[in-house]
Antibody, heavy 125, light 109 residues
Framework: QVQLQESGPGLVKPSQTLSLTCTVSGGSLSSGSHYWSWIRRPAGKGLEWIGRIYRSGETIYNPSLKSRVTISGDTSKNQFSLKLSFVTAADTADYYC?????????????????WGKGTTVTVSS | QSALTQEASVSGTVGQKVTLSCTGNSDNVGSYDVGWYQQISHGAPKTVIFGNSLPSGIPDRFSGSKSGTTASLTISGLQPEDEADYYCSAWDYSLNVVVFGGGTKLSVL
């Protein structure tokens, strides 16, 4: 059974870059069957999709964050990472890494099939 | 403002059947089935439904359905441990992104 674990600093200063890493076990970043995503839940708000990476390195980002986000992968370590630049207090959130799946058919479904436990990142000086 | 619209709050009593809705448009819910996620307090989300399928370990009192651009999550025989925030999500092929609903706070009275 796949497991995902986020790691990284819990406190980041405003205007700096937030960096998180997700370590995957029980599954492979090289899998052609899944995508690897970052999702966050800002304080007092709902879930927000940040972006995803596919085994080939292809990435897609939420347009609202696209100018500040980079997601990269390291298949040798079975890890993928998130970098969010020029952070502000609005980026304070619980951050989750996740594995996504797409089931194709008459009506396809795209969904998260595995979640990390999450890590809290606070942006404050 | 979320791309998918969910009720802010829903409540029910133990044993009752409740239905949560998730409304989108033809680019997302109208074209793709949705995933439903349960989040208790500030714990990690848990996937409870994808399309009309149950992940392993999820009680069969949870079920999913869809009509047009509105998806629904039904909990039959509500239990105290079902009290949580519930989110829906879908792929949006026009925006080429995953979109989430704003979440529904389910209270078990």
């Amino acid at each position: 059974q796949v497991q995902l674990q986020e790691s990284g600093p819990g406190l980041v200063k405003p205007s700096q870059t937030l960096s998180l890493t997700c370590t995957v076990s029980g599954g492979s970043l090289s899998s052609g069957s899944h995508y690897w995503s970052w999702i966050r839940r800002p304080a007092g708000k709902g879930l927000e999709w940040i972006g995803r990476i596919y085994r080939s390195g292809e990435t897609i980002y939420n347009p609202s964050l696209k100018s500040r986000v980079t997601i990269s992968g390291d298949t040798s370590k079975n890890q993928f990472s998130l970098k969010l630049s020029f952070v502000t207090a609005a980026d304070t959130a619980d951050y989750y890494c996740a594995r996504d799946a797409m089931i194709r058919g008459v009506t396809p479904v795209y969904y998260v099939d595995a979640w990390g436990k999450g890590t809290t990142v606070t942006v404050s000086s | 403002q979320s791309a998918l619209t969910q009720e802010a709050s829903v409540s029910g009593t133990v044993g009752q059947k409740v239905t949560l809705s998730c409304t989108g448009n033809s680019d997302n819910v109208g074209s793709y089935d949705v995933g439903w996620y349960q989040q208790i307090s500030h714990g990690a989300p848990k996937t409870v439904i994808f399309g009309n399928s149950l992940p392993s370990g999820i009680p069969d009192r949870f079920s999913g359905s869809k009509s047009g651009t509105t998806a629904s999550l039904t909990i039959s025989g509500l239990q105290p441990e079902d009290e949580a925030d519930y989110y829906c999500s879908a792929w949006d092929y026009s925006l080429n992104v995953v979109v989430f609903g704003g979440g529904t706070k389910l209270s078990v009275l």
